[in-house]
């Protein structure tokens, strides 16, 4: 079976549809009661001019029709193709702008990590000059002290040299007696003769 006897017997299937409809209805639309010959041929013009008009219909409207709805299958076609690259082109962006987040999201773990040992080399550095800085207090402080400690050694040392003098200059003209005045002066005569 091809295309044109499957149309005609759709069309003669769809005419003998409307005629059995409009026939049906024949009685219920006679409201005169006269029944006759006139209903039957009033009923057989409506169909016959249906018939014509499908034929008309089927004759001229056919390729307009066919070629409006061929056109359309074709307009929504391409619009469905060019809908479909630019899904294509949605998915490309949509993977480039994935790939990029996961670079960048590579590069963000690279640079924080980076700064993350810049940091702890910093804080190391930063720990180093601090022990160096307090060693270097410690030692100051330390030679202050023991220049302090020297110093105050030299000034008790001459606070009681100078005590004791001043003791053996009180004391010493009373315990010195003449024969110890003798003996100093014979050592003091016997160190200048040997000079």
């Known amino acids: 079976m091809n295309k044109g ?16 409809f409009i026939y049906s209805g024949n009685d219920a639309y006679a409201s005169d009661g006269s029944g006759g010959w006139r209903s039957t041929y009033d009923t057989g013009m409506m169909i016959f001019n ?7 219909f089927i004759k001229f409207a056919k ?50 990590q980076r700064m993350v040992d810049q940091g702890e080399k910093k804080k190391m550095e930063l720990i180093d000059s601090a022990k160096k800085q307090s060693e270097a207090m410690i030692d100051k402080a330390r030679q202050k002290i023991e220049n302090n400690i020297v110093r105050a050694k ?28 003798d003996k100093f002066i014979d050592q003091y005569l016997s160190s200048v003769t040997e000079k």
């Not at 006897?5 to 059995?20: E, G, S």
């Not at 949605?90 to 993977?95: G, P, V």
């Open 5 to 20: 006897n499957k149309r005609i017997r759709c069309c003669m299937f769809v005419v003998l549809c409307m005629a059995i």
């Open 50 to 56: 249906f018939i014509i008009l499908v034929i008309l």
């Open 63 to 112: 390729n307009p029709l066919k070629d409006f709805l061929e056109n359309r299958r074709l307009e929504i076609a391409r619009e469905i193709r060019r809908i479909e690259d630019e899904k294509k082109e949605w998915l490309k962006k949509i993977k480039s702008a994935k790939n990029d987040l996961d670079e960048s999201e590579v590069r963000f773990k690279k640079i924080k």
């Open 154 to 181: 030299n000034t008790l040392r001459s606070e009681l040299v100078d005590a004791a003098m001043e003791l053996a200059v009180k004391n010493l003209p009373n315990e010195i007696n003449e024969k110890d005045k």
